[in-house]
T-cell receptor, first 115, second 115 residues
Framework: GAVVSQHPSRVICKSGTSVKIECRSL??????MFWYRQFPKKSLMLMAT?????????EQGVEKDKFLINHASLTLSTLTVTSAHPEDSSFYIC???????????FGPGTRLTVL | GENVEQHPSTLSVQEGDSAVIKCTYS??????FPWYKQELGKRPQLIID?????GEKKDQRIAVTLNKTAKHFSLHITETQPEDSAVYFC??????????????FGRGTSLIVHP
C-alpha cells in the first residue's frame, strides 16, 4: 500500500510553545489529508479535513486558531499546535487519501507531551 | 451526522477460537465500510473493507458481512492467533464533496488472543 510519513514521531515541549507536525504522502498525491487525535485506549477523533490549496474543515469543538492546518501541496500537510498546554498532550495521527481510492493511509503518529 | 457503535469494547479468546466484532451505523447513505487493525503504539492498518453493493467479503481468516437493511456490519476472524491481538476499529463513510470519503470510526475493540 501507499506510504505516509509523519515527523516528528515524538516531541516534548514546554507549556506555551508551538509545535509543528508534518505529514507526507511519499508515493502518491494526497488530495485530502485528515488529522486525528487519539487518547490512550480510545478511538480516533477526527480533528480536521484538509484539501490541497484550500482551508481546512474543522470538526465541532476543535479550535482552528489553536490547531493550525496547512495543506500546501499534494504531498504535505502540517499541523501546528499553538501555545501548547499539558491537556494538548496526545497521540496525533494523520492520514492521506488519493484521488481514485477511498482508502485512507495512516501515518505512524506523533506522540506530543507538553510539560 | 453519522454515528457508529462498536461492540464489544474488549474481547478475550483462546488461540484457535473465532472472534466476532459488530458495528452499527445510522446514516443509510454510507456506502463504504473499512476495518482497521491498530497494534500498540502503531498506525491503524486497513485489513479488509466492504462496499454497500456486497453482502460479504472474505480474505483468508478474515471476513466481513454487511446488512444494509439493518445497518450493521461485522468482522469475523477465524482460527485466531496471538498476533491477531490488537485494537480493531470499524468505520462507515460515504462520498463527500471533492471526491473524498470521511469515515466515522467506532470506539474500537481490544482483541486479546491467549496462547
Amino acid at each position: 500500500g501507499a506510504v505516509v510519513s509523519q515527523h516528528p514521531s515524538r516531541v516534548i515541549c514546554k507549556s506555551g510553545t508551538s509545535v509543528k507536525i508534518e505529514c507526507r504522502s511519499l508515493d502518491f498525491q494526497a488530495t485530502t489529508m485528515f488529522w486525528y487525535r487519539q487518547f490512550p485506549k480510545k478511538s480516533l477523533m477526527l480533528m480536521a479535513t484538509s484539501n490541497e490549496g484550500s482551508k481546512a474543515t474543522y470538526e465541532q469543538g476543535v479550535e482552528k486558531d489553536k490547531f493550525l492546518i496547512n495543506h500546501a501541496s499534494l504531498t504535505l500537510s502540517t499541523l501546528t499546535v499553538t501555545s501548547a498546554h499539558p491537556e494538548d498532550s496526545s497521540f496525533y495521527i494523520c492520514s492521506a487519501q488519493g484521488l481514485a481510492v477511498n482508502e485512507q493511509f495512516f501515518g505512524p503518529g506523533t506522540r506530543l507531551t507538553v510539560l | 451526522g453519522e454515528n457508529v457503535e462498536q461492540h464489544p469494547s474488549t474481547l478475550s479468546v483462546q488461540e484457535g477460537d473465532s472472534a466476532v466484532i459488530k458495528c452499527t451505523y445510522s446514516d443509510s447513505a454510507s456506502n463504504y465500510f473499512p476495518w482497521y487493525k491498530q497494534e500498540l503504539g502503531k498506525r491503524p492498518q486497513l485489513i479488509i473493507d466492504i462496499r454497500s453493493n456486497v453482502g460479504e467479503k472474505k480474505d483468508q481468516r478474515i471476513a466481513v458481512t454487511l446488512n444494509k437493511t439493518a445497518k450493521h456490519f461485522s468482522l469475523h476472524i477465524t482460527e485466531t492467533q496471538p498476533e491477531d491481538s490488537a485494537v480493531y476499529f470499524c468505520a462507515a463513510s460515504k462520498g463527500a464533496s471533492g471526491g473524498s470519503y470521511i469515515p466515522t470510526f467506532g470506539r474500537g475493540t481490544s482483541l486479546i488472543v491467549h496462547p
